[in-house]
């Protein structure tokens, strides 16, 4: 069993930084989805147990970083340059038996999955 607690959402302003985290009990491939009203879950950031490998959607490119601190079980996104388009809700899930490739991106690889946090960019 895998517990997830996501923090860290709030209001910002577009152009303004938050960071997400995630703490998780046990060893995981991780990943960061977020999910609107009415749409399907959308694939936002993945990195693997030891941090080497890390996967974005081209949409947060450039401007999101996934990283890791296994010594506290906890995985941040941080988001910089912030759209209103990035408001939503962000879930953190796990993945015990990553597979590889693509299907990072999967909301269906994943096992576990945390709350949700809000994110709000007002414009």
């Known amino acids: 069993q895998v517990q997830l607690v996501g923090s860290g959402g709030g209001l910002v302003q577009a152009g303004g930084s938050l960071r997400l985290s995630c703490a998780a009990s046990?060893?995981?491939?991780m990943g960061w989805f977020r999910q609107a009203p009415g749409k399907e879950r959308e694939f936002v950031a993945a990195?693997?147990?030891?941090?080497?490998?890390?996967y974005y959607a081209d949409s947060v490119k450039g401007r999101f970083t996934i990283s890791r601190d296994n010594a506290k079980n906890t995985v941040y996104l941080q988001m910089n340059s912030l759209k209103p388009e990035d408001t939503t809700v962000y879930y953190c899930?796990?993945?015990?038996?990553?597979?590889?490739?693509?299907?990072?991106?999967?909301?269906?690889?994943?096992?576990?999955w945390g709350q949700g946090t809000q994110v709000t960019v007002s414009s």
């Open positions: 899930a796990a993945d015990l038996n990553f597979l590889g490739g693509s299907r990072a991106t999967m909301p269906v690889e994943y096992d576990y």
């Open positions: 046990g060893r995981t491939f």
């Open positions: 990195i693997s147990w030891s941090g080497g490998s890390t």
